[in-house]
């Protein structure tokens, strides 16, 4: 997997690509404007882009414009934007676009590495990613309609579904069986009239697709 990195903090950047060539992913730029983010992009056609939202010169949404130009100019390129916070904003404005290949995540809450590995891999291969405290924020901003159906146990298994997991992760995650993971998604799925397909990538998008509605 071949990774470029976009973020204006030194530390984070070079200690992000640190850990990932640790870990075997090939890093072939690390970048501190958005400017320079488009023109390694461009050079190297990376498998992923790892964007910060807030960049040079203004620190307000330069990333999220530069992701939005990447995924115009590379179609297919997996990009994961990464937020010092829940921006519901920008969450919302990056799901009215192609969700293949695309994920959110705060950076504070990456806390285990295998996870973020298994992240950057399932959006580099076309998956959805979201943190699940942005799931839940958009969950309870569309806390009407069919979400009221839902008990607390189905919207901690519909954060999960959203955040890209298997039925087995979430088994794992949650300490069940995936005997009830499967229950859990099926009574979702018809509560929300939404096709219980067995895709995970299309269980995401179905979820995403919802929370924009």
Do not use: C, W
């Amino acid at each position: 997997m071949r990774v470029v990195i976009a973020d204006d903090s030194m530390i984070v950047r070079e200690g992000m690509a640190s850990l990932l060539r640790a870990a075997g992913v090939d890093v072939v730029g690390e970048t501190a404007t958005a400017e320079d983010l488009l023109r390694d992009v461009d050079a190297q056609r990376p498998d992923l882009a790892i964007v910060d939202v807030r960049m040079p010169p203004t620190h307000t949404d330069e990333g999220l414009r530069a992701a939005h130009e990447i995924r115009m100019r590379h179609r297919g390129m997996g990009i994961v934007v990464l937020s010092q916070h829940v921006e519901v904003g920008v969450a919302l404005r990056m799901l009215t676009e192609h969700l293949d290949g695309l994920g959110y995540l705060i950076k504070d809450r990456v806390m285990d590495l295998d996870e973020f590995l298994a992240t950057l891999r399932r959006v580099a291969a076309g998956g959805t990613a979201l943190d699940p405290e942005v799931v839940s924020r958009l969950l309870r901003m569309r806390a009407d309609g069919p979400l009221q159906a839902l008990t607390a146990r189905e919207r901690e298994v519909l954060e999960l579904v959203a955040e890209g997991l298997s039925n087995q992760a979430i088994a794992k995650r949650m300490t069940i069986t995936v005997r009830s993971t499967e229950k859990y998604v099926s009574s979702i799925f018809d509560k929300l009239g939404l096709p219980a397909t067995g895709g995970e990538h299309r269980r995401v998008l179905a979820v995403l697709r919802y929370l924009q509605a």
